[in-house]
């Protein structure tokens, strides 16, 4: 988000928060002559879905963050709770710094610079032990801001027909021919977590990025027998990583009211 992209058009509070990478904090037309930070629309997925408590994780220099949604704009349906990831490690400790604050029961994970339809977010809150959702390949293409090559970027699961989470391929790239079976479920790191899964999140390598991945985390669990469900939806996902993609989630976004 912060590498600057001569095809992007921001206006200045856009150009802003993508010059210091605060994705969820970029301006997103309300549908009432305003602007909201996006992360505004990903609160008010997250109360129509029947989630009350929502713990937010910022690093130490994200101050204006907390000071936004503490004093200047605080959300009325849902309430909020702080937790410090040290460092940008990745997202697997981004979820045990988040356990720190949630404690010892089940939470749902999912990224900031997504918006995921509040159905999804509602089937994950009613999931018995730990859980995802499957988006259909072609529904993410269709109705959403992700082109069929960007697949590439995400994970494909791997789904029994129980519905049985079997693997996840982190981040493909060429190996996979987007057109097959096997790329048919894609994850969009969208998790019910379980104290198994914080775990396997505090124990898992480092990834070639260098970082603490959800995914593989995800992946040791699995291949040490923690059973995950893997609910299939054939719905959108707006994706939020690019200067590029700022366009599309207004179009998007731009009939929605957000309520936080």
């Known amino acids: 988000m912060q590498r600057a992209d001569a095809a992007a058009v921001l206006d200045p509070g856009q150009a802003a928060a993508a010059n210091q990478g605060l994705k969820g904090m ?26 009350t408590d ?12 907390r000071e936004h949604f ?26 045990v710094a988040a356990a720190a604050v949630v404690g010892d029961r089940p939470f749902l994970v999912l990224n900031a610079d997504n918006y995921y339809p509040p159905e999804a977010l509602q089937q994950l809150a009613q999931a018995a032990g730990a859980a995802t959702i499957a988006f259909d390949r072609d529904a993410l293409v269709r109705d959403g801001n992700i082109t069929a090559e960007r697949v590439r970027a995400f994970a494909v699961l791997a789904v029994e027909p129980s519905g049985a989470l079997r693997g996840v391929i982190e981040k493909p ?35 070639v990025r260098g970082e603490y991945e959800l995914p593989e985390a995800v992946a040791l669990a699995l291949r040490e027998g923690v059973p995950v469900h893997a609910e299939r939806m054939a719905l959108p996902v707006l994706d939020l990583s690019h200067r590029t993609d700022i366009a599309g ?12």
């Open 26 to 51: 970029i301006p997103i037309p309300d549908g009432r002559g305003g602007a909201r930070p996006f992360l505004d629309y990903v609160l008010s997925a997250l109360a129509d879905a029947g989630i």
């Open 70 to 95: 503490t004093t200047t704009a605080p959300p009325t349906r849902v309430r909020l709770h702080w937790a410090i990831q040290a460092e940008p490690l990745g997202t697997a400790n981004a979820v």
């Open 173 to 207: 790239g060429e190996s996979l021919d987007l057109t097959s079976d096997a790329a048919r479920w894609v994850g969009m790191n969208c998790w019910t977590i379980t104290p198994a899964l914080v775990d396997a999140c505090a124990r898992v390598p480092r990834s």
């Open 54 to 65: 929502v713990a937010l994780v910022i690093g130490p220099e994200h101050a204006a963050v």
């Open 249 to 260: 989630v207004v179009a998007k976004l731009q009939a929605l009211v957000p309520q936080p």
